[in-house]
């Protein structure tokens, strides 16, 4: 009854001053709403990382060109070529599969239109080792490649770069480089890989981006997808013993090629931007604190305002711990409005963010809003204690009297 009676109470006296009370809550709408927004972000972005990196395929290595290092000074870049893809593809100790990538960038032609892609050479197994779904058409095979047919198979993105209906594409020609190649097959969206886009790239054979578009045996990287059951670390020893034999490396000289790990970048990655939300939140937490000193500051001035009333209402009968309930429930209020109306801001402003951003997914931040309205309440709590202890010691004598 006492609850029910200081509820009603706290909101009439919220209603009576709606302005004031809006203001008060400012601040605390402003610290929801950058916690809110910023864990969002924040848990969006490793979400983004996650996906960037399970789109490699699963237990997926890469090998990418290095520079020669003498006594300890860096020379010249050392680039990977056919010969070392085709040196993993023959070992066997652990049954992987090898992927190169041929990669430049080539002015695209279809019709009126045209733009400028990645055209990435790549041989047949590319495809299931990145774990791309084919959607229209055909892949290409390993007869294609060793033939230099010229076809060609789209990302998903690339005839909306084009401005141009994907299915205007399929069995049709496109200019590449000058070159005409017939588009066979279209691939399901994947979004980025590796941080690039994989669906705004055009993939061709090797063989056919070796002799007929870039006229070169180097490739800029080589996928290795590694078997369930074969630790990474293994298989990057094995990978280092191949190409330290292919490219000649003495015993104490280093690599002249890179290695990476795609899992650990993703810790990394996902580390760093767990440090830098929890910062951005703890600052917001910080203006939350200061809202609460803000809605302690006006509920002591609404209790120096309301001391005939208090008075009078102690003098009808009202206890002590009544009064003490309605301006503890009226600071809670106060705040729990300013923590809704925060976590509504700052969820459509990483809403808002997220449709701007097609690398960033949004995971609607349920556990942070629910969080924040908590803490909200909390502040409200404590900073609302001194307010309505001065109020509930009141004397009923003395506050008839105030002017």
């Not at 023959?90 to 239109?113: A, C, H, L, T, Y």
Request: with cysteine; net charge neutral.
């Amino acid at each position: 009854m006492i609850i029910e009676e200081s509820v009603n109470s706290a909101l009439d006296a919220i209603k009576a001053n709606l302005l004031r009370s809006l203001l008060t809550a400012l601040a605390i709408i402003i610290g929801t709403a950058a916690v809110i927004a910023m864990v969002g972000i924040g848990t969006g972005a490793q979400q983004a990382i996650e996906d960037s990196i399970s789109s490699l395929g699963a237990k997926t290595v890469s090998v990418f060109p290095g520079q020669k290092k003498k006594r300890g000074i860096t020379g010249s870049w050392v680039a990977l070529w056919l010969n070392d893809a085709e040196a993993l593809s023959k070992d066997s100790e652990i049954g992987w599969r090898v992927s190169p990538e041929m990669q430049g960038n080539k002015q695209v032609k279809f019709g009126d239109k045209n733009a400028n892609f990645s055209i990435v050479g790549v041989q047949p197994n590319f495809f299931s080792v990145n774990s791309f779904i084919l959607t229209k058409g055909k892949l290409f095979s390993e007869n294609d490649n060793f033939s230099r047919i010229r076809v060609a198979v789209l990302g998903n993105a690339v005839a909306e770069e084009l401005k141009i209906p994907e299915e205007m594409l399929l069995n049709k020609d496109i200019q590449i480089g000058g070159i005409s190649f017939k588009v066979i097959g279209l691939l399901g969206k994947k979004g980025s890989g590796g941080w690039e886009n994989t669906d705004e790239k055009i993939y061709i054979p090797m063989m056919t981006a070796s002799t007929r578009v870039y006229g070169r045996k180097w490739i800029n990287t080589v996928r290795v997808q590694i078997p369930e059951g074969t630790s990474i670390n293994k298989a990057m020893m094995s990978i280092e013993r191949v190409l330290r034999r292919e490219h000649d490396i003495g015993p104490g000289e280093d690599n002249d090629f890179r290695i990476i790990d795609w899992s650990q970048i993703q810790q990394i990655q996902q580390d760093a931007t767990a440090i830098f939300t929890t910062l951005i939140a703890g600052i917001a937490g910080i203006s939350l604190l200061v809202g609460g000193i803000g809605v302690m500051n006006i509920m002591l001035v609404s209790v120096t305002e309301r001391t005939k009333e208090i008075g009078l209402r102690k003098a009808l009968g009202a206890t002590p711990r009544a009064i003490l309930f309605q301006f503890i429930i009226e600071a809670i209020i106060l705040c729990v409005i300013g923590g809704i109306i925060g976590a509504l801001l700052g969820t459509f402003l990483y809403f808002l963010a997220a449709s701007f951003s097609e690398q960033l997914p949004f995971v609607l931040p349920i556990l942070p809003i629910l969080g924040s309205i908590t803490f909200s309440a909390c502040v409200g709590l404590f900073f609302g204690i001194w307010p309505a202890k001065r109020a509930a010691r009141l004397d009923p004598a003395v506050a008839l009297q105030y002017e």
